[in-house]
């Protein structure tokens, strides 16, 4: 625009990009005048002296010959599907971190937030991050706590090193893909009768197992002997009485120790070959 003259005092209408041509890429982004401020085109400007507005071009967002650099995604080990695109910012853009989107999860995985490949960081969904050069962020998915593809440190079979329910039978636990079974083994007159005592699910945190019965076996409220003689009578913990539901837990954590003994009940297992 032509340069003008105003009387102190007087307040003008700063213009737009009029008959200026843009730097290849680039869009107009307003004016800074010789002290460092900034404004946009339609903005009020109080004259009070002599002042050069000089116009400022904006390349993706940064002024012109601001570096730009790329931010790109993963699905990572144990997703697929279609990650976030990537996208170039302005150095020192601050962009949030997205979530899940349209990738999907391995069978019993969940997504679990970012890990910055290129610098060893890790992030949640949500998180702010600054671009400061290329980075490459890759899903991550964890498994019942730990890593997809981390052991589960519950399955196989735990046996108790002494019994609480007496008569000398021993009680067993077997565990495998997110299903438990606890059972009992008599001794001796007792040998040849094995029954359940409860069934369930469970996730592991960790070396922290949370057990959560489905169904039980009725006839462990009228003693060993009788349980290992008659059939098995699975009931819910909705099933059972109030006085036997105050003998329960709908749920038991427990931790495993040293990868081979946990306790339960005040009983001690071990796990068998481990």
Known sequence: PASQEYASGESITLPGQGGMSAPAGASFAGWTDEYGNTYPAGE????TGNVIFTARWTYGGGP????????SYSAGEGGYGIPPASQDYASGTSITLPGQGNMSTSTGASFAGWTDDWYGGTYAAGDHYTVNGDVFFTAQWTYRGGPVGTADPFEGTWESVQSSVGYGVTSTVT???GLYEQSMKGSGYYESETRG???????????????????????????????????ETWATFDDLAPSEQAQLREADVITITGGNTFIINNETYTKIGG
């Open 64 to 71: 012109v010959g601001t570096a730009f650099y790329k931010v």
């Open 175 to 177: 565990a495998s893909g």
């Open 44 to 47: 009020y400007y109080t004259v």
């Open 197 to 231: 005592l409860a069934r369930g699910t469970y996730t592991v945190e960790g070396t922290t197992v949370t057990m959560t019965f489905t169904q039980i076996n009725r006839n462990m409220f009228s003693g060993a002997s009788y349980l290992l003689y008659s059939p």
